[in-house]
């Protein structure tokens, strides 16, 4: 199983925007290494769901429901499909994620510009008890 987080701009696409769909394709990706990310997810793998811009902070818990495919906006690119799982019962703050040590080694915060990339089972399993 591999772990991954997801970024969005609420005003764009948020948490709940996604809730709403229940299910929905994660397309519009234009980073190669984003993409090689995509191209990883396996079906059931979880996935964070980052609030970027003002809010910054995991506000959510998805699955990978579909393995990569063509981006149906530009089939030289790849999407997949994430499934709602819940919404985390406290949202994961980037302030929070900053203050621990054990998770310094993030790749969004090293590439802040990545869309989606991957966790290490120890940061996810950090991330989630943070979210108690």
């Known amino acids: ?6 970024k969005s701009e609420p005003s764009s ?10 299910e929905d394709v ?10 090689n990310f995509l191209n ?7 996935v ?3 609030h970027s811009g003002k809010d910054k902070a995991i506000v959510g818990l998805a699955k990978v429901s579909q393995e990569a495919y063509p981006d149906p906006g530009d089939s030289d690119w790849v ?4 499934q709602v799982d819940r919404p985390l019962k406290n949202p994961v703050t980037l302030q929070a994620i900053k203050a621990e040590d054990a998770l310094s080694e ?3 915060l090293k590439q802040s510009r ?8 120890e940061e996810f399993d950090l991330l989630i008890r943070l979210s108690q």
């Open 1 to 6: 199983m591999n772990y991954w987080i997801v």
């Open 13 to 22: 696409y948020s948490w709940e925007d996604f809730v709403k769909a229940g």
């Open 26 to 35: 994660w397309d519009g990706v234009r980073n190669h290494q984003a993409k």
């Open 40 to 46: 990883e997810m396996r079906k059931g793998d979880p």
């Open 48 to 50: 964070l769901f980052y």
């Open 79 to 82: 999407a997949v499909d994430l």
């Open 106 to 108: 993030m790749k969004i």
């Open 114 to 121: 990545l869309s989606v990339s991957s966790l290490e089972k």
